[in-house]
């Protein structure tokens, strides 16, 4: 008999109970009623800190200009997880032979284009040409959100191919991006452990692709990038990511040409909530229903 | 001089009053906080609706397994519309290959391979498979919600390419489906015109694809599948469609394998609100400030 699967055997559990309904494709789920209520209790959760910070909301279709996400990098740093939207711009003639073809098993994929957009590769991409030019003194914060896409099918329900992520964005002077940072992950850590989350903040690495990808992972780590909230869902062992912090530099600010008031590249910075994640986090933590959960967490997050 | 446009010109009132973004891709925004509160308003005036008829809701992800595409006879009818997602498998050798031919401006889609999903096309579509079997008695009602992709790049912001959409639907016995179609469309244009739109129901067709798709759009006018209600958002001529009630027939049932308790092929129909297009025509019809809408609408509405 095969070693059970704690993976699996979440999953199994949240669809046995209705939360997720699944789709045939592994990481790719409807979801229930009462599991889109806490979702949209994380965002109001994020949104409230939002507004205390004057930040803009932008809330973000699941779709991103390709014109915007060529300029991100992602193909060069990501390839692997990336979705390319593609289109039939064709005639009735073409239209016969992509349908011929796609029922002969063909090549079809040739008769089709790329689109204008791809999936949205991460909430904050679509919003760094929104930034282009002059920013005001003291630079801009932002509060996005949106579906983003990421290929790497996989049974672990806190491992979804399409998933909701909420970033609080700072753009501007260099300083106050590493500030927004250090002190926005602490507070987001603060806020996940009210909610009952036991989060250990840990130094992190985006998942580079390939041979190159190795030594960028091993430098974001030695400059402390990115660093990740990590909290046990299917395992004590590899606790799992549901909050990220990360300076960006000038990584976008260049490419995008923002600039702060004194003219120089802008930097940025993101406090990144994964709304999925936290939210399978919190039915494991507190149980699959929400209306059993200690009254405390129902009272803050259910406000 | 050119004569004033009033779809750009809609556009750009709402881009000016930023409740929508520009992302440079015609017909994808982001949205605003207010923005996003009307479409959250709209999405539970509908759920209180579906609550009423013991409806299951399913909220779903914005891309679509692709083998539930196939099934649904889409690519045949609706090629020009389909956003097909398509990703990367290769190595390290194959990456710097497509990294070269992206910068040279060549044949890289080549390298790309069609992925597990498509942008979702339709809500209700995700939901058939889940439907395979025999239903019980009297059939099922299920709600569904997400965003969706339709690849027609347009000025108007009442024709995004990335949407919400909100449906009722119900999957059973043939004559307990037109009545669906039939009563749930009368219901929803009631629950629009309590928010103040003029929504009227006409017959109409679906866009179909090509030569054979003028027939099939007659068709479906002369046997009165589809039906709208239109209200005016840029012109009094040409209302635009904000709900649509549609008899599918066997049109899932068969390819999807879903049977009556008797064991015939089910019937299936929906109530669709496109929750976008409900938000600009109460944006239009009310004014852009929501603060500002007449106290009974928002008592309805933000309730």
Redesign the interface.
């Known amino acids: 008999m095969a070693a059970p699967d704690p993976y699996r055997e979440l999953r199994d559990r949240l669809i046995d109970a209705e939360l997720l309904?699944?789709?045939?494709?592994?990481g790719?789920?409807?979801?229930?009623?009462t599991?889109?209520e806490i979702v949209?209790a994380i965002d109001r959760m994020v949104?409230r800190w939002g507004t205390e910070l004057k930040a803009t909301?932008?809330?973000?279709?699941?779709?991103?200009?390709?014109?915007?996400f060529?300029s991100t990098n992602y193909?060069?740093s990501f390839?692997?997880l990336?979705?390319?939207?593609?289109?039939?711009?064709?005639?009735?003639r073409e239209?016969a032979e992509?349908?011929r073809r796609?029922e002969a098993d063909g090549d079809w994929?040739?008769l089709?284009?790329?689109?204008?957009?791809v999936?949205s590769s991460a909430a904050c991409h679509?919003?760094y040409?929104?930034c282009r030019g002059r920013l005001p003194v003291g630079g801009r914060r932002y509060e996005?959100s949106g579906?983003c896409?990421r290929?790497e099918?996989s049974p672990d329900p806190a491992r979804?191919?399409?998933f909701n992520m909420h970033e609080v964005v700072y753009v501007g002077d260099h300083d106050v991006a590493q500030r927004h940072r250090d002190e926005g992950l602490a507070h987001g850590l603060g806020l996940l452990g009210e909610l009952g989350l036991e989060v250990t903040p840990v130094p992190a690495n985006d998942p580079f692709?390939?041979?190159?990808g190795s030594a960028l992972a091993a430098g974001q780590i030695e400059e402390e990038l990115k660093l990740e909230g990590v909290t046990p869902i299917c395992s004590e062992d590899k606790p799992t990511a549901i909050i990220s912090g990360n300076c960006h530099r000038d990584h976008f600010g260049l490419p995008f040409g923002i600039e702060t008031d004194a003219g120089e590249v802008a930097h940025s910075a993101c406090v990144a909530f994964g709304v999925d994640r936290v939210t399978v986090a919190l039915l494991v933590r507190h149980g699959l229903d929400p209306a059993e959960w200690p009254g405390s967490v129902r009272a803050r997050l259910f406000r």
């Open positions: 309904f699944p789709t045939g494709v592994e790719l789920y409807g979801r229930s009623q599991y889109q949209a949104h909301a932008v809330y973000l279709p699941p779709v991103l200009a390709r014109r915007t060529d193909l060069q390839p692997d990336m979705g390319s939207v593609h289109v039939f711009r064709g005639n009735d239209h992509l349908v796609v994929p040739a089709l284009e790329p689109g204008e957009v999936l679509a919003l040409p929104m996005v579906f896409f290929h099918p979804m191919q399409a692709f390939g041979r190159l």
